[in-house]
């Protein structure tokens, strides 16, 4: 049985090199993770002003390239410097990075810094550094690390072998499943990278502009992983997962993401067969199995991302995240346990760049219990004990036999400004906040609110970067730390002078538009408890509510439209935020149109409830001095909340399905 991977992996490789190099191009190197503001600020903004998202992280060389030619029509000057940037990737044998960090530190806190591979914030150095060769284009070798007090991991070192098309990555190859730049659910840089087997492609294939990633990784060690007959035993479970998208017109990608956790030990590995039946059927899998004894897939976690790009004078990025860590009321399709994270990237704002990031989440994430038919985790969905997933999963207390206390859901929020100086270099100003909540069954712990900030400054000398960087903050115990750090690190991609304000040259295309709606809701909610026989379900009375709607549109056709929006409704006296991950407008030749929408939605009960967000709706177009008339039904599926510790039903899941006909006003931008 241990030979079969390897015996396929060859012959996948075989058929690969007899049939894709006379029509595919070579591998790609990747662009180094969360190691550098200034390098990463500059990629971000190439990649926006060339009408290209990003779902997964790390970012090929070569798709940067691919946006360079769209983006350097708008911003020349930031164009050739990413470009001199690139050309180290360029070459038989080469330097990729490096990057060497001096820090005096004080204070009683050490918490887990966010994404950066489980650095705390009492380290007093990091280096980082990757080099290559690359004998022919089918084939490159890196060699790479990470350190920092207490640890060394080999990251970004591996072998890559294939084509554009078909990738494959074998060694310590980071993974970051999401368009969001500060959090990812599935997979992140919070953890140190897992040696792991990847396959995908570097360039969108196909009209469609698809794009594929599956890995399988080695997590590290873990004790205390529960069988189902009630013994611990303690090995190295595995972690796989499988990544779609597509970006079907140019501005615009979806995609959908699943991994899995299984094995370790005597908890054993999954057949072939099972772990694709647990794919197909999630819920049986959890609740049946497909073994007997303790041969079980353990855990799941899925997502869908959305990114949208809207050019113009001050184009920005719109993004979301939709994921789970269980599915709803039986249902493969409903996502149980969920999250919510969304984030907007303006790439220039003059001199300046901003991003905001929302993240939402209910408890249970990176935490599994056994049951009669699944292995537990009693340290999480770690590697080296630190979060796989969002940096959230290390600011809990860890959970023990008579407490929930990791088991908490939170909110958090980052914020990030950047400023490109007149006299050169790079400013950036980045401050994160995490409230855990406190009023959940699984909430046994008084914990803070935990609020981090950083500065740091940035200016080329000599083909390097030498700057400084001020951070500190409270962590979720109360405690405090302080970090003033210097760094020399690649300074390619940053400007001695330069002044971005008459170097932008933006336009906004016709027919793409900003929007507002403003109207009124009339709206009814289902309220469901199950719990057997005493089973409550029952509607409230119908109701009105203001509503309000914020939105952007791309035209994609003559009369064809596709966007993003964030409602703002009242139901019952609590907000309701409905998150359109994809919106499309069809506009016919008289001035009628029609849409429909589907995202996610977040409902402000005691405690939050997450759900699936459908519409479908008619416009007037231009009805009255450039307004138009709307007229949608919405509807929240099945929003899950936890029990909470106010109610008498503490111990019991309420799910709310609310159904909403909106008339509104229109206007565009």
């Known amino acids: ?187 992140s840089t919070e953890a140190p990278t897992m040696p792991s087997i990847t396959l995908s492609n570097t360039l969108p294939l196909t009209r469609l502009g698809l794009q594929y990633q599956l890995f399988v990784a080695r997590m590290s060690e873990q004790q205390h992983i529960e069988l189902t007959n009630g013994t611990f035993t303690h090995g190295y479970p595995k972690m796989g997962g499988i990544m779609v998208g597509i970006q079907p017109v140019s501005g615009w990608s979806l995609g959908i993401q699943r991994v899995m956790i299984w094995g370790g030990g005597a908890a054993g590995g999954e057949s072939l067969s099972d772990i694709m039946q647990a794919f197909i059927d999630p819920t049986k899998a959890q609740t049946t199995g497909f073994n007997s004894g303790t041969h079980v897939v353990a855990k799941q976690e899925a997502s869908v991302t959305s990114d949208f790009i809207f050019p113009g004078p001050e184009p920005f990025s719109v993004y979301f995240e939709y994921a789970a860590n269980d599915t709803s009321m039986g249902r493969s399709y409903l996502f149980g346990k969920p999250d919510i994270s969304a984030g907007i990237d303006f790439a220039h704002l003059g001199p300046f760049d901003l991003t905001y990031e929302f993240n939402s989440w209910s408890p249970t994430w990176y935490v599994h219990s056994v049951t009669n038919v699944q292995t537990g985790y009693q340290y999480g969905i770690t590697n080296d004990y630190q979060s796989i997933g969002n940096w959230f999963g290390d600011q809990r207390v860890p959970a023990t036999a008579s ?209 699936l967000y459908l519409g479908t709706g008619l416009e007037w177009l231009h009805a009255y001095r450039g307004w138009n008339v709307g007229l949608d039904f919405r509807s929240v599926v099945s929003a899950q909340r936890l029990g909470d510790l106010r109610t008498a039903h503490y111990h019991l899941d309420t799910y709310y399905t609310i159904d909403t006909w909106s008339l509104y006003l229109s206007h565009d931008f």
């Open 403 to 611: 407490t929930f206390a990791n088991e908490v859901g939170g909110q958090s929020n980052m914020v990030r400004v950047g400023w490109t100086p007149p006299f050169g270099g790079y400013l950036q100003l980045r401050l994160r906040e995490l409230a855990n909540e406190a009023q959940t069954v699984y909430a046994t712990y008084p914990y803070k609110t935990e609020y981090l900030g950083s500065l740091s400054y940035s200016y080329p000398w000599h083909g390097y970067a030498v700057g400084a960087e001020i951070g500190g903050g409270r962590d979720i115990f109360g405690h405090h730390y302080i970090m003033v750090e210097g760094f020399l690190r690649d300074g390619e991609a940053l400007f001695s002078h330069y002044d971005p304000v008459s170097a932008f040259t933006g336009k906004r295309p016709k027919g793409d538009d900003l929007f507002v709606n403003v109207g009124a809701n009339y709206y009814r909610t289902l309220v469901y408890r199950p719990n057997g026989a005493a089973t409550i379900r029952y509607y409230k009375p119908w109701a009105y509510s203001p509503a309000v709607t914020i939105g952007a549109r791309r035209r994609i056709s003559a009369h064809q439209d596709i966007g993003v929006g964030v409602d703002l409704d009242s139901i019952n006296g609590r907000l309701l935020l409905g998150l359109r991950m994809v919106d499309y407008r069809y506009r016919f030749d008289w001035p009628i149109a029609v849409h429909a929408f589907v995202g996610a939605a977040r409902y402000s009960a005691p405690t939050p409830a997450y759900g």
């Open 1 to 187: 049985m241990t030979r079969r991977p390897l015996i396929w992996g060859l012959s996948l490789l075989g058929v690969m090199m007899l049939c894709g190099s006379a029509f595919a191009g070579g591998v790609s190197p990747y662009l180094p993770l969360n190691l550098d503001p200034a390098v990463q600020n500059a990629i971000d903004r190439v990649l926006i002003l060339g009408d290209q998202p990003v779902l997964v992280r790390p970012i090929p060389a070569a798709l940067v390239l691919r946006a360079l030619p769209k983006a350097c029509r708008v911003d020349r000057p930031l164009c050739e410097r990413v470009r001199k940037y690139l050309r180290r990737y360029m070459h038989g044998t080469g330097v990729e990075f490096t990057s060497v960090s001096l820090a005096a530190t004080a204070g009683k806190s050490n918490t887990t810094l966010p994404n950066q591979h489980g650095r705390r914030a009492q380290s007093p150095y990091q280096v980082s550094g990757a080099a290559y060769i690359q004998p022919n284009p089918y084939m490159l070798l890196n060699v790479g690390g990470v350190g920092y007090q207490g640890r060394f991991t080999p990251t970004g070192t591996m072998l890559s072998l294939g084509f554009d098309w078909a990738q494959l990555d074998i060694g310590w190859r980071d993974h970051w499943w999401s368009p969001l730049t500060d959090s990812s659910m599935l997979i």
